[in-house]
């Protein structure tokens, strides 16, 4: 029950600001501030939150509130995942039970996404090259989910924090640079 309420506020939100998400959102100044921003964000919430909570103690509450952090998604620097697990931490979900609902989140949206997008492989003919491309994409996101996983059962979310930090200055820089 907790993916499907997940899923409503990114459902909804896809439907009616595709348009924007795909031109108004795409400044790279704004890329910068949302990536510097949710880095703030991950590192205080895994930081100060509590361990306590684990995956199978969600409430509906709980969903709706990372559903409505994978909405945000849509702005360019608020990854998904980044938002989900950030938005989970804040709720005091232990940081492996956040990656995984993060990621089980991501299946009913990304399947979604898929499906609105097969008429056009359909039309266009299905390739080699494209058949190629989804199973390496699978396999590949398999592998990283799982290294994943092991990483953060063992460790903070630091390192992604700083990584995001970093790459937002990165880009205020260059976009300084170029004038």
């Known amino acids: 029950m907790s993916l499907i309420i997940g899923t409503i506020p990114g459902a909804i939100a896809g439907l009616l600001l595709e348009d924007a998400a795909e031109t108004a959102f795409r400044a790279p100044a704004l890329m910068a501030t949302t990536l510097m921003i949710m880095g703030i964000l991950l590192w205080a919430a895994d930081r100060f939150m509590p361990q306590g ?25 608020f990854s998904r995942s980044g938002s989900t697990i950030t938005g989970a931490r804040l709720l005091g979900i232990d940081r492996t039970s956040a990656a995984v609902f993060s990621f089980l989140l991501s299946m009913p949206i990304t399947a979604a996404a898929a499906i609105l ?8 003919g299905i390739s080699l090259p494209l058949v190629v491309g989804v199973v390496s994409a699978a396999l590949s996101s398999w592998l990283a989910i799982a290294v994943l996983l092991k990483y953060v059962s063992r460790n ?4 992604f924090a700083v990584y ?10 260059v976009l300084a640079v170029r004038g």
Do not use: N
């Not at 997008?117 to 266009?124: G, Q």
């Not at 995001?164 to 200055?169: D, K, N, P, Y």
């Open 53 to 77: 909570r684990s995956i199978a103690e969600l409430t509906w509450r709980d969903a709706l509130l990372v559903g409505v952090a994978q909405a945000c998604a849509l702005v360019p620097g």
């Open 117 to 124: 997008k097969v008429p056009d492989a359909v039309r266009e």
């Open 156 to 159: 903070s979310y630091g390192i």
């Open 164 to 173: 995001r930090l970093a790459l937002g200055v990165a880009v205020l820089l």
